[in-house]
């Protein structure tokens, strides 16, 4: 009896001892099996490729392998750091002192050396004797492992480098596509589960969960984009600007073909990039637009049958008055077509103009145009630009607008509108994105054109007469193709001065936005030049012969057909610019110096014009609630057949 007391006892027992481990501390004991056992990896899959439209790889993601540090497993600190210091080439002291605070703060991750690609990996693999009886994962030095990473590479380095944008640390994205495009791009986590032997190695592997990230198309054209950078480096050089950009734009569809901005920066090495250069200025800058603008006045006349291009206007003296302030052509121009006062950029003939169509319909074309409002580009930090209500006009706002200023626009909006002029009056989007792909090709969403018809196609078909008449008599007779017509228009602007509440006279806008074939475009192309300083500093001087090049290039390599006369041989013309009058009654100018302008068609210099593209003030006026520029100067033209340049100065 005693002994079955004590079995009974014994049973008794172990039954309790049984169901307190199965029961009460199952979880916890499964738990603790489990992580002796298996291990749950998180690896994030590689982020998404963006292709230019032809398929070349903009921007890519690499394995590479982080070495961290567990500092609670590290005992010896200062061999470990010393160790390590001489196999990665690191001071020994910084990173004892990384572990030792890692340690101190009870961290089980420091970081040691950040995405080291494979054949560093094996260096430091042999260095530290990694030996097949340990865990892969695990270096034979206590405290020390691997993690998998991801580094980005921009394989093109500065090209299109701010539409394509450029990731942190972390590999999110901070600028661009890639920031526009983070939750597609972004790789997603996959989970797998590794079970262990008893010394470690894995045995067996289990995904568990995946979610593939996507790859992004642009529409940018890699080699148009190479093009529009080197003939935009030149013509910034050239002109010592402070900066430019250019936009390429297919009309038909509104799909961005190269965007450029310089200076620029690679965003392979960001840490070394100037902040003032990575921002997108086409679509982030506002400037006043100047005569560019003066297509959207004539727009709206002819959009309500008040001119034809054929027709004429009288400028009178070259003055006109306005809510007590007087416009003024530097030279009038007398009775002419429509045609040759937009050639000639009479600031007289564009205001009567805007005046004759009113406040109300001229600021329901600038809204239909595009202005005021963001294009919708997928990029990031879009502005919308500034266009003040009617309400808030001033007695000259009208007069003002109708050559391009009290409106701030940005250069992504001035190539929109002429896109609509060259697409027969439709307005198409501007996308920078063609579709967004999965890893294996297949496309899952596809950028659909979106168009409304803006003005009719009369009004635009009479728009690109006259714009044609610009390049061929105009202000922007450098801007003529060899083969190919073009039509466009020059600009040239006084910069805002914030400091001084005022327009600074010696800093300008410079533009040309052109369409080439003048009678069915294929592109259109718009370049804007921040602060030109040397020689002719108008849009006719400055812009139109990048336009020039690059719509030259971009064409012959479209293999659009000619339909102008291509002129085999180039012509070296001696272009002799005058220096800008600073007084109207000081005929005095600085000594001449001839310019080299080589063309790739064959013509003669233009004959000496003086034509007007500003106003001039009468009196000086405070800077309005909103904003907005009221400018009042007039100008003198600063080279033969160039957009004029302002000679007095201006305040706001």
Same mark, same amino acid.
Not at 459 to 477: E, Y
């Given at each position: 009896m005693l002994i079955v007391a004590v079995?009974?006892?014994?049973?008794? !027992?172990?039954?309790?001892?049984?169901? =307190?481990? +199965?029961?009460? +501390? =199952?979880?916890w004991l499964? &738990?603790?099996?489990?992580?002796? @056992?298996?291990?749950? @990896?998180?690896i994030r899959q590689l982020r998404g490729t963006i292709f230019d439209r032809n398929g070349r790889a903009l921007a890519m993601s690499v394995r590479v392998k982080t070495l961290y540090a567990d500092p609670s497993e590290i005992k010896d600190v200062e061999t470990t750091a010393s160790t390590l210091s001489k196999v990665l080439d690191l001071d020994a002291a910084q990173i004892a002192a990384q572990i030792s605070e890692g340690k101190s703060a009870g961290k089980r991750y420091v970081a040691i050396a950040r995405k080291l690609e494979e054949d560093v990996v094996q260096r430091i693999n042999k260095a530290l004797d990694i030996s097949d009886r340990k865990k892969a994962d695990l270096p034979n030095f206590t405290g020390l492992h691997w993690r998998e990473d991801q580094k980005r590479s921009y394989p093109y380095r500065t090209l299109a480098a701010q539409v394509v944008g450029f990731n942190d640390a972390a590999d999110e994205g901070r600028a661009g596509v890639e920031q526009s495009q983070e939750e597609v791009l972004h790789g997603k986590v996959v989970k797998k589960l590794q079970e262990r032997d008893r010394l470690g190695r894995v045995y067996d592997e289990t995904e568990t969960e995946r979610s593939a990230s996507s790859d992004i198309v642009l529409t940018i054209d890699a080699a148009f984009q190479y093009m529009v950078e080197q003939a935009l480096e030149k013509g910034v050089e050239a002109a010592a600007a402070k900066s430019g950009m250019a936009v390429v734009m297919n009309p038909k569809n509104g799909e961005i073909l190269a965007l450029a901005n310089y200076p620029t920066?690679?965003?392979?090495?960001?840490? $070394?990039?100037?902040? &003032? =250069?990575? !921002?997108? #200025?086409?679509?982030?800058?506002?400037?006043?637009p100047g005569s560019v603008f003066k297509v959207v006045t004539y727009g709206s006349a002819l959009e309500k049958n008040l001119i034809s291009p054929d027709a004429m206007i009288d400028s009178g003296n070259g003055t006109i008055e306005v809510a007590k302030h007087v416009f003024k052509d530097s030279h009038g121009v007398g009775r002419v077509s429509y045609s040759q006062a937009m050639a000639r950029s009479s600031n007289v003939c564009a205001i009567k103009t805007g005046l004759s169509v009113g406040r109300d319909d001229f600021a329901a /074309?600038?809204?239909? /145009? !595009?202005?005021?409002? #963001?294009?919708?580009? &997928?990029?990031?930090? $879009?502005? +919308?630009?500034?266009?003040?209500p009617v309400e808030r006009w001033n007695g000259d706002s009208l007069a003002s607008m109708s050559i391009g200023y009290e409106i701030g626009v940005t250069a992504l909006q001035m190539a929109g509108a002429f896109a609509t002029i060259a697409n027969n009056g439709s307005r198409a989007r501007p996308h920078v994105i063609k579709e967004i792909r999965a890893n294996d090709s297949t496309p899952t969403a596809v950028t659909q054109t979106q168009q409304s018809q803006v003005v009719t196609e009369a009004?635009?078909?009479?728009?690109?007469? /006259?714009? @044609? +008449?610009?390049?061929?008599?105009?202000?922007?007779?450098r801007a003529q193709l060899n083969g190919y017509s073009a039509a466009g228009k020059t600009g040239t602007a006084w910069k805002f001065n914030p400091v001084t509440k005022s327009v600074d006279p010696s800093k300008y806008i410079s533009s040309f936005i052109g369409m080439a074939p003048a009678d069915d475009p294929k592109i259109?192309?718009?370049?804007?030049m921040d602060e030109p300083k040397s020689g002719a500093r108008d849009g006719g001087m400055v812009s139109a012969p990048v336009f020039r090049e690059i719509t030259q290039q971009i064409l012959q390599e479209m293999r659009v057909v000619p339909d102008q006369p291509i002129k085999q041989e180039a012509l070296t013309a001696k272009i002799t610019p005058e220096t800008p009058q600073t007084d109207?009654?000081? #005929?005095?100018? $600085?000594?001449?110096? &001839?310019?080299?302008?080589?063309?790739?068609?064959?013509?003669?210099?233009?004959?000496?014009e003086k034509d007007p593209d500003v106003k001039k003030k009468d009196e000086k006026k405070k800077l309005p609630e909103s904003g907005k520029l009221t400018a009042r100067f007039s100008v003198e033209s600063s080279a033969q057949g160039s957009e004029p340049v302002p000679k007095t100065r201006i305040e706001t």
């Open positions: 079995f009974v006892l014994w049973i008794f !027992g172990i039954s309790a001892r049984l169901v =307190h481990l +199965q029961v009460t +501390q =199952h979880a499964k &738990e603790q099996a489990l992580s002796k @056992r298996v291990d749950v @990896r998180q920066f690679d965003p392979n090495t960001i840490v $070394e990039a100037s902040a &003032e =250069h990575i !921002g997108n #200025k086409a679509i982030q800058t506002v400037y006043s /074309m600038v809204r239909k /145009m !595009g202005f005021g409002t #963001k294009t919708g580009i &997928e990029l990031p930090a $879009e502005t +919308q630009g500034i266009v003040r009004t635009a078909k009479s728009l690109r007469t /006259m714009l @044609r +008449q610009v390049v061929l008599t105009g202000t922007g007779r259109v192309v718009a370049v804007v109207d009654a000081t #005929k005095k100018a $600085e000594p001449k110096r &001839e310019t080299d302008v080589r063309s790739k068609r064959t013509q003669a210099a233009p004959p000496k």
